[in-house]
């Protein structure tokens, strides 16, 4: 059962990816986590952490793939500085941030942005960028799964992505 946690992001996020008063988590689809997305930016608020983990299902083959390495996840913290950022970024890449090309850096900071918890500026561009970047990712998810689930371009259309959300 999932409860409602405490915060308007946190509530939003709630009314968009679970019914049956918490009995069934949703995962909503690239249109749904759009919608999802502009909601909370239209909320004028933070939270601790919000986080979108997308995964592709295929109804002929009857099977689903995470792409956990894809995930968008964004902290609020009530400080850091760039060196926190870059150990951030590492962190959440598996590499040391001197060692990221210019392109994984330009994706960690798509994919793993932080904030201040007073920032709602900040925190809304996060979004904004991420919802961009979803026309720039999403055609790379389905290479990664058309190539891992050995799917033939006749297949493709009876799969589709899907986002586990979360938020605190």
Known sequence: MVTRKKGIINGIIYDHTVYH???YRMY???IGLRNLVKRIIESGSTTEYIRFNPFYRNAKINRQ??????????ECREQFDGKDFEEHIGICLDKPYIDLSDEEIRWGKTLYPLCRYDDVEGYKKALETYDQFLFELIPKLMEMAK????????DLAFGYFCFEVHSG
């Open 28 to 30: 909503p689809s690239i």
């Open 147 to 154: 190539y891992k689930m050995d799917l033939k371009d006749e």
């Open 21 to 23: 008063d918490g009995k």
């Open 65 to 74: 793939i995470e792409l956990d390495e894809y995930m968008f996840y964004m």
